[in-house]
């Protein structure tokens, strides 16, 4: 015989009574202290007596303190304390809802919400997902918990009341604007911390780490976007969203795993490619990969063999996306005549009187003048045909798988526009195949290493032989020269400018790069016949 014990026989008390006879209990009595019904056994100071009797109890109590104090009562006593759901409310699954606590008629909890024991949940009410309602609480009759709410133990939401989400502590959240960004994309109310990601020299990285049955994960990238740098963000974000997307269905075809082989792009919660905060800067997110590497640094030369093979891969499988449909988010930004123009201004202006410091570095640009325009006139004049290119190649912009060593996904796609593979080759060499970081002081430990350019090249022509043009193919070592002096030219100018473009550590820190890059250039010179020739050879397959 299923049988419940109610403490309390006024009106609420009453309700229950009925409520669990359409719940299939045989029979529902009381104990009160005042209450002269006719189904109450005893006092509520009686309780303990009738457990022998009744297995199980509730609490009809209207008053929140009075509820959650004797249904924590009769669990210590050791009675089983249902919640008592009505047949007509709709509870989803996931919900969790506390020993003791009521969900009346027609009342709604949504996914995902938990509510605590010794709560009611009143008829009409709805409580929508993702929102935690904490013991002794009363959600009043018609009242509105939207998503994401937070109800404090014994409060009150009064009857037709709408309570809109409130916000939470979260570990490493240092500004506003983050906290904004959290919420914007959905993280805010289950976030677990953040803290600083990566080593990139214009953007702000965040990892997101999320609860999960296991611990804390690492799951998702945030990052706002430098937008004096990318002065477009809703172009930058169009082309992101577009070109993986589509990689996502050619992964597909070619057996791959497009949760791991490319980026994937979370819009906000209204729908937007990118949020903006209050400053007017914007804020993206991705999906993290987990179980990948990055390297800053070629560690063993089969990475850099990867790297080849990966960008060639990248180009490759992007040969038929419609270059012309991407939005040039960064002018000229592989437009080395234009580099050169620009470096030439910020040199006359010298609006912080540093040319005096680099007179050496300046001459070594101004000799180049002329081979800044060998790419660029190629071009314009329809000998190298324009691409989907990454624009940014360095070793650091790829994921390697960290079981395999393989290379796995190509990241950090603000500058993908259309442009010369010749451009994107050229930044792998420069980048993979230095012997120091690109802000080493010491010159003496900076060499090109030709080895590593020829590992490079093999990786790269073996995925994309069959795609590039024997133009194409000449153009490569080009590249290599041309990139590495842009970007020279591009520290430089930011020296000269006054440091506005790259992030920096101390005062002298674009010079010391574009001292990097100009000891490259040089060795590249005196070494390009040989480029040339592992370009060639490696085109032909052999």
């Known amino acids: 015989m299923k049988r419940l014990l109610i403490i309390g026989a006024g009106g609420f008390g009453q309700m229950i009574q009925e409520t669990a006879g359409l719940l299939g209990y045989d029979e529902a009595v009381f104990l009160d202290d005042a209450s002269k019904h006719k189904d109450v056994v005893g006092k509520c100071c009686d309780y303990k007596n009738f457990l022998e009797d009744y297995d199980t109890a509730v609490a009809a109590l209207g008053d929140n303190g009075q509820r959650l104090y004797w249904t924590e009562r009769l669990m210590e006593a050791g009675y089983q304390v249902p919640a008592i759901i009505h047949p007509s409310a709709v509870v989803s699954p996931s919900a969790v809802i506390g020993a003791g606590s009521f969900i009346m008629q027609r009342a709604v909890v949504n996914t995902h919400t938990v509510i605590e024991h010794g709560v009611l949940v009143n008829s009409g009410a709805v409580v929508d997902h993702d929102s935690h309602v904490a013991r002794g609480a009363h959600i009043g009759l018609g009242s509105v918990v939207k998503a994401n709410c937070n109800i404090d133990e014994k409060r009150k939401v009064e009857a037709g009341e709408v309570v809109f989400s409130t916000r939470r502590k979260i570990d490493g959240v240092t500004s506003r604007d983050l906290e904004d960004a959290l919420y914007a994309f959905g993280f805010g109310p289950q976030c677990s911390y953040v803290k600083p990601f990566g080593e990139g020299h214009i953007n702000e990285t965040y990892a997101v780490y999320m609860p999960t049955d296991k611990g804390e994960e690492f799951a998702y990238i945030l990052q706002r976007v430098n937008n004096n740098v990318f002065k477009d963000p809703a172009g930058v974000m169009e082309n992101i969203f577009g070109v993986t997307e589509y990689l996502r269905n050619v992964v597909r075809e070619e057996g791959g795993d497009p949760d791991r082989e490319t980026l994937s792009c979370i819009k906000t919660k209204n729908g937007c490619t990118y949020f903006e905060d209050s400053e007017g800067q914007p804020w993206r997110s991705y999906h993290y990969i987990p179980n990948s590497v990055c390297y800053q640094l070629v560690e063993d030369p089969e990475q850099f063999y990867q790297s080849g093979a990966s960008f060639g891969h990248f180009l490759k499988q992007l040969g038929s996306y419609p270059a012309a449909s991407l939005k040039e988010t960064i002018p000229n930004f592989h437009n080395t005549v234009n580099r050169f123009e620009n470096f030439q201004i910020a040199l006359k202006r010298d609006i912080k009187n540093r040319a005096a410091t680099c007179k050496q570095e300046i001459q070594f640009v101004l000799e180049r003048k002329e081979d800044c325009k060998v790419l660029v006139e190629q071009q314009e004049n329809?000998?190298?045909?324009?691409?989907?290119?990454?624009?940014?190649?360095?070793?650091?912009?790829?994921?390697?798988?960290?079981?395999?060593?393989?290379?796995?996904?190509?990241?950090?796609?603000?500058?993908?526009?259309?442009?010369?593979?010749?451009?994107?080759?050229?930044?792998?060499?420069?980048?993979?195949?230095?012997?120091?970081?690109?802000?080493?002081?010491?010159?003496?430990?900076?060499?090109?290493?030709?080895?590593?350019?020829?590992?490079?090249?093999?990786?790269?022509?073996?995925?994309?032989?069959?795609?590039?043009?024997?133009?194409?193919?000449?153009?490569?070592?080009?590249?290599?020269?041309?990139?590495?002096?842009?970007?020279?030219?591009?520290?430089?100018?930011?020296?000269?400018?006054?440091?506005?473009?790259?992030?920096?550590?101390?005062?002298?820190?674009?010079?010391?790069?574009?001292?990097?890059?100009?000891?490259?250039?040089?060795?590249?010179?005196?070494?390009?016949?040989?480029?040339?020739?592992?370009?060639?050879?490696?085109?032909?397959?052999?």
């Open 382 to 542: 329809g000998t190298l045909p324009i691409r989907v290119t990454h624009n940014d190649t360095k070793l650091n912009n790829i994921l390697f798988d960290a079981d395999t060593g393989k290379g796995l996904c190509i990241i950090d796609l603000d500058t993908i526009m259309p442009g010369l593979a010749a451009n994107d080759f050229g930044d792998s060499i420069r980048f993979g195949a230095a012997t120091a970081e690109e802000d080493e002081k010491d010159l003496s430990k900076m060499h090109f290493d030709i080895s590593l350019y020829e590992l490079y090249t093999k990786g790269y022509l073996e995925e994309t032989r069959d795609v590039l043009t024997p133009e194409e193919a000449v153009s490569l070592a080009w590249g290599a020269r041309l990139m590495t002096l842009e970007c020279g030219m591009r520290f430089l100018t930011d020296y000269l400018q006054g440091d506005t473009y790259f992030k920096i550590a101390y005062p002298e820190h674009n010079l010391v790069r574009a001292r990097t890059q100009f000891r490259l250039v040089d060795e590249m010179e005196q070494q390009f016949d040989k480029m040339t020739e592992i370009a060639e050879k490696y085109y032909r397959g052999l």
